[in-house]
């Protein structure tokens, strides 16, 4: 779900995949290793949390997620179910010169020209090569190039104890101690 | 929906102000001028962005709607009509190590332990002295006290023009140009 620094590249050896797309109807379209189509509707998807990367990248993430996932995140169910489907929405990190005015200081950064979404999709068979999970990631509509897809699984496959997802879940402020 | 600077308490001066709080059947419950009540289900609304304060706060923001807001928000439709609700979900801004280590470098920020939730409610006629909007805050789920809450309707009204709603609606990344 990350977008991963160039130095990662080397480290793209994902060998074998031979996993068919994402589709609606659930049935393989063509022979990709990757998430070749955007899941349909995942703006309306809910909330499993918010990241925000730094380095090259001054990016913000809103992660979401669709009903399979939400239900196994909420009860820490691992590995995720068969049709989980995860969505990082990415933007610019940004000044807001309009909230600033407002504070009289610079403190507040939004969401800015939104960059890229990314999905990881759950089918523990036609993604077996790449632990269960298909990658995704879509610029302008356009899914990413074999390079660039080559560097998800390697990179994710670090996060081995939460069945490759980096993201936790944000609980509801109100449930907790708060601070 | 902001977290507010304490210089701007100077700037608390909401008079007169006599609507009733939020309440799961519309109707008021108790005299109030903010919202004392968290309302339901709100931890499943649809995003409508993410934000990052920095200065004294260091928190995390997902912003949520319910379905009255997320319909105003996509069609544009100012002012909010009522029974808008938005959201803002509260987190600290904290490092994440598990991340970096896996990238190799410091740059991965997440959602740490949340810290509060904050709302605002449409009802022109109950919070008509507070520009329609009804205010709240909850730590540990308990109402922010009277100073406090205070705060927010000077700072939002600064924000006029977007009905005093500082937070934008995050397109879907494939819908734009991205870059």
Redo the contacts between chains.
């Keep these: 779900m ?1 977008r ?2 160039l ?2 590249l080397a480290a793209a050896t994902v060998a074998g995949a031979v996993a068919s797309t994402f589709s609606g109807s659930g049935r393989p379209n063509e022979e990709s290793t990757f998430v070749t189509r ?1 899941p349909p509707g ?6 499993i ?9 001054h990016t ?3 992660v ?1 997620g669709n009903d399979v996932a939400i239900k196994a995140y909420r009860e820490g169910k691992l590995p995720f179910p068969d049709g989980a489907i995860i969505a990082a ?5 940004v000044p807001s010169e ?2 600033n005015r ?10 800015g ?5 990314q999905f990881m999709v759950k089918d523990s068979k036609r993604y077996a090569s790449t632990g269960g999970w298909g990658f995704g990631h ?4 356009k899914p990413g190039d074999e390079a660039m897809m080559q560097t998800c699984f390697p ?1 994710h496959a ?2 081995r104890a939460r069945d490759l997802v ?3 879940y ?10």
Tied chains: 1, 2.
């Design positions: 990350k991963i620094p130095s990662l955007i995942y703006r309306d998807w809910r909330l949390s918010v990241a925000h990367e730094e380095g090259d990248l913000f993430a809103a979401l929405l990415h933007y610019r990190h309009e909230n407002v504070f009289g200081r610079s403190q507040s950064f939004v969401a020209p939104p960059t890229n979404v879509f610029q302008q509509g990179c670090q996060i980096f993201t936790r944000a609980p509801p402020p109100q449930s907790s101690e708060g601070k």
